[in-house]
T-cell receptor, first 114, second 113 residues
């Protein structure tokens, strides 16, 4: 079974621009969560989607948004990029229901804002 | 709000010794506690997890213990090897409710040969 995939793997953007990142979950997984990873802050929860609905969100500004498609693929968008948005963005997938709680990560997208 | 504290932030041990990493969570509704290992430049990998109805779980050299009353859980690695060197993250989740995973800030483990 293929693992979680993310595209692109690397991105360089300029302040003020916007960016869209993509995540394809493990087949059969309907939940996708997004995290921002920085050296000082660890893994910060952005939001979680299940069956095209956002079920939960973390404490990030409205510039960070996401969506999920009917095939469970998810995208996150960051508008009006700031230097502080430079980070590794990880997505993770899980079944999101029932009693199987394991969450598996993708390789991440390294975003650099200049 | 929900919070997970993880200690220590760095840990150096001699090869063959044991390593212990501790986490404390704040949300009493948390019922699922996974541990992830992240090697440099790689994705976090799930290495072991425990649910709130279990006090201890072991998988070869790795074990996790949970004290629900104190809201503490710990990762124990015995007979450490150089390949155990990585950053380890704990997390707490209300996996059947909010589906929100809160992560600790990580422990950098160095196993000295």
């Amino acid at each position: 079974k293929a693992g979680v995939t993310q595209t692109p793997r690397y991105l360089i953007k300029t302040r003020g621009q916007q960016v869209t990142l993509s995540c394809s979950p493990i087949s059969g997984h309907r939940s996708v969560s997004w995290y921002q990873q920085t050296p000082g802050q660890g893994l910060q929860f952005l939001f979680e989607y299940f069956s095209e609905t956002q079920r939960n969100k973390g404490n990030f500004p409205g510039r960070f948004s996401g969506r999920q498609f009917s095939n469970s693929r998810s995208e996150m968008n960051v508008s009006t990029l700031e230097l502080g948005d430079s980070a590794l963005y990880l997505c993770a997938s899980s079944f999101g229901t029932g009693t199987s709680y394991e969450q598996y990560f993708g390789p991440g997208t390294r975003l650099t804002v200049t | 709000g929900e919070n997970v504290e993880q200690h220590p932030s760095t840990l150096s041990v001699q090869e063959g010794d044991s390593a212990v990493i501790k986490c404390t969570y704040s949300d009493s509704a948390s019922n699922y506690f996974p541990w992830y290992k992240q090697e440099l430049g790689k994705r976090p990998q799930l290495i072991i997890d425990i649910r709130s109805n279990v006090g201890e779980k072991k998988d070869q050299r790795i074990a996790v213990t949970l004290n629900k009353t104190a809201k503490h859980f710990s990762l124990h690695i015995t007979e450490t090897q150089p390949e155990d060197s990585a950053v380890y993250f704990c997390a707490a989740s209300n996996a059947s409710g909010t589906y929100k995973y809160i992560f600790g800030t990580g422990t950098r483990l160095k196993v000295l040969a």
